[in-house]
């Protein structure tokens, strides 16, 4: 039986599920660079395939770090709040350059 089994089969889930968030933000890069309307879907497109790869990197030092404070049952210092914030920033981020890319849309540029 694997010590603390319930914490790791968490903190996994969590890292899986924003591995698929990052693998959506990345396809719907691609899918923003593939339309022909101009250059600005070109440069959204990166940059959300870009901010995809960072919120990888992110997440996997994240699991990283919460699997080595589950195994030495450290709870107490929680090192990963400025993981969070980075991550929540990051979405941010990602939500502005989405909105920026629609407003160009809408404004026919």
Do not use: C
């Not at 395939?49 to 960072?54: G, H, L, P």
């Not at 919460?66 to 990051?90: C, K, N, P, T």
Request: proline share 1%; aromatic share 10%.
């Amino acid at each position: 039986m694997i010590e603390k089994f319930q914490e790791h089969a968490s903190n996994e889930r969590t890292y899986l599920s924003w591995i698929r968030t990052a693998v959506a933000i990345a396809g719907f890069g691609i899918v923003i660079e593939r339309l022909p309307s101009n250059a600005n879907s070109t440069w959204t497109g990166l940059a959300l395939v870009i901010s995809s790869a960072v919120l990888v990197a992110l997440a996997s030092l994240r699991f990283l770090v919460i699997r080595r404070q589950i195994e030495r049952s450290d709870a107490g210092r929680s090192m990963f709040g400025a993981i969070e914030v980075l991550f929540s920033s990051m979405l941010a981020v990602l939500l502005l350059t989405v909105f920026v890319f629609l407003l160009g849309l809408a404004r026919g540029g």
